[in-house]
């Protein structure tokens, strides 16, 4: 499901959870919404309420991380890219099978994460024929010995930092932690629900109030899946990357 829809069901879930506590509080018999009762209720509801909310926090932060990780991690690799292409530049003509490769593999890469049916997974061959083009270099004085060390060095750093990156498409907010938040919202609704009688003003306040939680839900997956959605990572350093490739 995307996040849209599930924040749709978050939505649906609290404000309807709201409507069926009016519903009980016009149901209940008196006695059990004296003021004994309502103070216990109300402890209940501050508990629940500070639980949720420090799991909102907590969430919000975590998928906020994931995302900056992610957009240094693109910058990071598009960086290397282009010095690696300058370094096989300033070895030799020789390289140029060997940046014609690694120009097709940044390619591939590109369109593979930024593909109008969505993510694709990794296919690293087009990768594998760079290193082993690299590889096959033979040179023949120190300065030549020192640029193809160096990279080989960023060959490695870049097919680490792109498997990195591919191990972290997933989204990073396990699925039980998020069906008990919204369980604690849920309640949280019904107990709003319980002390107040139907009217138009108490049903939009409920309704902007479970609109601002389905939002911060909404926030956390969109986050948490940086390639994918509303909030999607732009690809401007790996196109600026490939245009440094391809002069």
Not at 10 to 27: D, E, P, Q, Y
Not at 164 to 172: A, F, I, K, P, V
């Amino acid at each position: 499901m995307s996040a849209l829809a599930i924040a749709s069901v978050v939505l649906g879930c609290s404000f309807g959870a709201a409507l069926i506590g009016m519903l009980l509080h016009v149901k209940l018999p008196d006695s059990h919404l004296d003021a004994d009762s309502k103070d216990v209720m109300k402890l209940v509801m501050g508990l629940i309420g500070t639980m949720a909310a420090l799991i909102l926090s907590l969430l919000i932060a975590s998928a906020n991380s994931t995302y900056n990780a992610q957009s240094s991690e693109l910058q990071s690799l598009s960086t290397n890219v282009v010095l690696l292409d300058r370094l096989l530049i300033s070895y030799g003509p020789e390289t140029k099978e060997a940046r014609d490769l690694l120009r097709d593999a940044v390619g591939a890469a590109h369109d593979r994460i930024w593909s109008p049916d969505g993510v694709r997974s990794a296919n690293l061959n087009a990768a594998s024929r760079f290193v082993q083009q690299l590889q096959i270099l033979a040179p023949k004085t120190d300065a030549a010995r020192f640029v193809h060390g160096r990279a080989m060095q960023l060959t490695e750093s870049i097919l680490q930092t792109r498997l990195l990156m591919s191990e972290q498409l997933g989204g990073s907010i396990p699925w039980p932690f998020l069906t008990v938040l919204v369980l604690w919202i849920c309640m949280l609704f019904l107990g709003f629900g319980l002390f107040v009688r139907f009217n138009a003003t108490v049903t939009i306040a409920l309704l902007v109030g479970a609109l601002s939680v389905s939002a911060a839900i909404f926030l956390i997956l969109e986050l948490s899946e940086p390639y994918r959605g509303l909030m999607q990572i732009s690809d401007a350093p790996l196109r600026h990357a490939l245009t440094q490739l391809e002069r």
